[in-house]
């Protein structure tokens, strides 16, 4: 662990709590801004944020903050803990207050529909040289109400400038919140965002009662759904296998920590997604993500049938039942043919 800095956390839900949490175990002194001032006063005079990650005590170097040039102005990092739908509008406001050059951190997970920007894209499409030094991807397999109870975690700090990515890994790391390094800033994105769409169709088949089996086949082929793209917009396809791949695809699809995993359950069970959406009273992206990654696949021409088929009951009322047996009555073919496609166009790359 290097010396204590000044960190600015932008989101004061779960996940930025957490991760301001964990910066505070650092002995970093911690900015956490939300946009609401009620909650920053509760923060401040309870130590903790109940709303989002009940009972969690707050370490003493954490401050709330709702002005956001306050609570950037002097810091060395910013981290972006908004959701997907909020970040051009942060973002915007972060390069008007303009308080210098820092680096830039993002943990948010997923892909913006018409666009198809990655956060990452995003970001540097609104953040002028004279606000942002370095840019760097945090991401990996970890829900928030894990991290703040400290119980292990691994995820990884991804960044086209190595330094950069170091200097986040030695900011969060420590003996509970293990960082590794990644340059593949595009698998690792695409794996963050398109696991949520995957999640939300495991929650599903277990709305429906379908089990363990069919559950493995969904994460199974969502993986190769996963690669398809990712390889297709220039991702390593080693990047898939990693904590950002398969690791971050496991933890979602499989835990009722996971808010993609749990609205899927609830269609599922038969509840629509208006319903669903006010009933979770929390953002959940693979929706959004569902929508860009449908929109992907026909631009690039990508099957990507399990997409497609949660795209059916979002988006046009398609009963989850009928979706997932017409999944399942697809055209044969063969299994290997996906890995092949992915390898051999990897290949290709590295003999260019």
């Known amino acids: 662990m290097g010396k204590s800095k000044r960190v600015a956390v932008l989101g004061a839900g779960s996940w930025g709590t957490a991760l301001a949490l964990v910066l505070g175990d650092n002995d ?3 900015r956490l801004w939300t946009h609401n001032p009620s909650q920053a006063n509760l923060i401040n005079q309870t130590r903790k944020n109940d709303r989002y990650l009940p009972g969690t005590l707050l370490p003493d170097r954490l401050t709330a903050y709702s002005d956001l040039s306050a609570a950037i102005q002097d810091t060395e990092l910013i981290v972006f803990a908004v959701p997907t739908k909020a970040m051009r509008e942060v973002a915007h406001k972060v390069e008007e207050v303009n308080t210098g050059p820092k680096t830039v951190v993002h943990v948010s997970k997923g892909i913006e529909p018409d ?7 995003i970001i540097e499409q609104i953040l002028s040289p004279e606000t942002m030094k370095d840019l760097v991807v ?13 119980h292990p975690t691994t995820v990884t700090s991804s ?8 200097e986040v890994q030695d900011l969060f790391m420590n003996k ?8 593949d800033v595009v698998g690792v994105e695409i794996g963050a965002a398109l696991k949520n769409i995957i999640a939300l169709a495991a929650g599903i088949t277990d709305g429906l009662g379908y089990g363990d089996n069919a559950k493995a086949a969904l994460i199974t082929r969502g993986l190769a759904e996963i690669a398809r793209l990712g390889t297709t917009l220039g991702a390593n396809p080693l990047t898939f296998s990693g904590l950002t791949g398969i690791g ?10 996971s808010r993609n995993w749990r609205a899927g359950n609830m ?3 038969g509840k629509k997604l208006d319903e669903v959406l006010d009933e979770m009273g929390m953002v959940v992206e693979g929706v959004r993500t569902t929508k860009a990654a449908y929109q992907l696949a026909h631009k690039y021409e990508v099957s990507m049938p399990i997409t497609q088929a949660l795209h059916r009951v979002l988006f046009h009322d398609v009963e989850p039942k009928e979706a997932v047996d017409q999944l399942m009555s697809r055209m044969k073919t063969h299994e290997m043919e996906d890995l092949v496609d992915i390898l051999g ?5 590295e003999g260019d």
């Open 28 to 30: 970093h002194e911690v």
């Open 115 to 121: 666009t198809h920007l990655r956060i990452s894209q």
């Open 138 to 150: 945090l991401s990996g397999p970890s829900h928030a109400e894990e991290v703040v109870k400290r």
């Open 159 to 166: 960044s086209h400038n190595l330094k950069a990515a170091q």
């Open 176 to 183: 509970n919140f293990r960082v590794y390094t990644n340059s």
């Open 248 to 257: 971050d695809l496991i933890v979602t699809c499989t835990s009722v920590h």
């Open 267 to 269: 269609l599922g069970k």
């Open 345 to 349: 166009e990897q290949q290709e790359t």
